[in-house]
């Protein structure tokens, strides 16, 4: 009962090239198939390996200890993140690049391991003077700079708890997050760069902490050099506080489950979720996902769009790069300035190697043409990455095809705020790659597919809830202040197993296909459909740029489709072109998923983490009111214009 039934039928596969596969850090099937097995049925010896090539200032005494929902890593074990990120590297990368960072204005700077141990050396002591104690909570509220990295690693060095805040977000969704986690010190800018504006983040934050109580001091970043007011006493500008401070300052030695951070997740379907992750755990995981999933070699230079106030900025921005001395590139405004190549500029620029990007930005590249990538050289590039949500098989391919130019294998990485680090994905050099699905659970992680009873569902394609049914390192400990929703929003479904929300289904060859949320499944005469098939359906026709799929409640089906689309350019709305989209998904799913509506619009309304938020097109749809919370949405224009969007 209660399954979800998979629809779209999408059988091809790709292999990674043979100079690849030489190359690769795992290339044989055999050694992902021993190691997966050993990390489930002896999780000990697993991940004790693992945790002993990092450091720790005192061993564990035992790796875990699970009393549902309650897990320990590492019992009794110290370290610290910062230590491992920097001063484990500075005898042999010393002088290698830790950081590139290329401004949106094209200024650039270059820190090493040894420059980015000093200045995190620094800004930590500015911390402790500051009255900053361990356990206590930093907010930051930073454009994508050095400057965010280094706050953050100093925070962890000195066993202060931070909570990064994205810097799109505004002065009440900034107070909102100071309140939750009660924090002392707030660091931002004058401003930041983007789309040639600059973002007021110092206005912003001044009018946030008219809402908070809890902020003893402001420390603030000079970027654009802007006018801006300071208050005597609490703020003080970033240079003058670095001028004086010593670059001496040991790395405290944490408990493996002491708090490492707390990061609020994209409200896409709902209020944001303070997520809390702990040192250990977090470390171990992040280092090991980082080396085998992005295949990370010496020499490569390795660039995420992410922004750092994402769980894809913290894991894979900074903490799981440092860890394993990467050189990780920062960028710190958008793709389209000042023209659309910008991206691909930089990648020629910096002859980049690995990129991880979001279907939302692919499909943005898709539609901006191929003629940007074009114009520069990736042939730097070995692999490309995917996350955020589902992507549509029409937009793997085109990654595959223009930006990877077939050569570059892609992982396709399912994971969430909660689970700290990717749990879902090919491993490059190793399997096959079938567009649309993610893949296979990484090492110790064991998901199941289950129907809304908590029964396995066994037979292959056939969808239902994803869980993931043991703890992970990085497994989130608790929601921050709220013990009970943590509880109830993940593990009371089905009672001792994570829930994830997310609807998926498995294939014979046992890869997982993400089907879309589960609040966003629709039940069109008994059947239930998840969103991400329609959807990969309409993406793939060849007018269509974006397509977001909900319900509305229908007397005779229970619920009808409709569908909201944006165009490439070069199409222009009509109800022939509505007739021909609807057309389109019969043909390639079948008139079950047949839209009831189409509604042409200019665009989908959007998290700032960049994914289509459906509960308000359910609204929309519906012709209801907007209700629930909105603070993590991107535009609130986007949703009148909706509304207005006329129905075919
Ligand atoms: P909230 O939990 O507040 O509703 P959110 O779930 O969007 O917001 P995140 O933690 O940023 O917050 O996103 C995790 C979700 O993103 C996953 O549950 C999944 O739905 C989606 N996702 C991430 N990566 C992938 C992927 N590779 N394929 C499919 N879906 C993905
Ligand atoms: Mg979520």
Known sequence: MEKIEAVLKEERVFYPSEAFRQKARINQLQEYETLYKESLEQPEAFWGRVAGELHWFQPWQKVLEWNPPNAKWFIGGKLNLSYNCLDRHLETRGNKAAILFE???????????QQLHREVCKFANVLKSLGVQKGDRVTIYLPMIPEAAIAMLACVRIGAVHS???????ASALADRINDAQAKVLITADGGYRRGGVVPLKANSDEALADTKSIQHVVVVKRTGQEVPMQAGRDHWY?????DASAVCPAEPMDAEDPLFILYTSGSTGKPKGVLHTTGGYSVYTYLTTRYIFDLQENDTYFCTADVGWITGHSYVVYGLLQNGATTLMYEGAPNFPNE??????IEKYRVNILYTAPTAIRAFMKWGEEWPRKYNLESLRLLGSVGEPINPEAWLWYYRVIGQERCPIVDTWWQTETGGIMITTLPGVHPMKPGHAGKPFFGVKPEIVDSSGQAVTNPDEGGHLIIERPWPSMLRTVWGDPERFERQYFSQYPGRYFTGDGAKRDADGYYMILGRVDDVLNVSGHRL?????????VAHPAVAEAAVVGRPDPIKGEGIVAFVTLKSGHNPSPELAQELKAHVVKMIGAIARPDEIRITDALPKTRSGKIMRRLLRQVAAGEEIKGDTSTLEDRAVVERLKASSPH
């Not at 805040?165 to 505004?170: P, R």
């Not at 240079?239 to 001028?243: F, I, P, T, V």
């Not at 998840?530 to 309409?538: D, F, K, N, Q, V």
């Open 103 to 113: 401004g949106e204005p094209g200024d650039s700077r270059i820190l090493t391991y």
């Open 164 to 170: 990064v805040v994205f810097g799109g977000f505004s």
């Open 239 to 243: 240079h003058e506080l670095m001028a």
């Open 341 to 346: 190549g910008r991206i691909w500029s930089i």
């Open 530 to 538: 998840g969103t991400m098939e329609i959807e990969s359906a309409l």
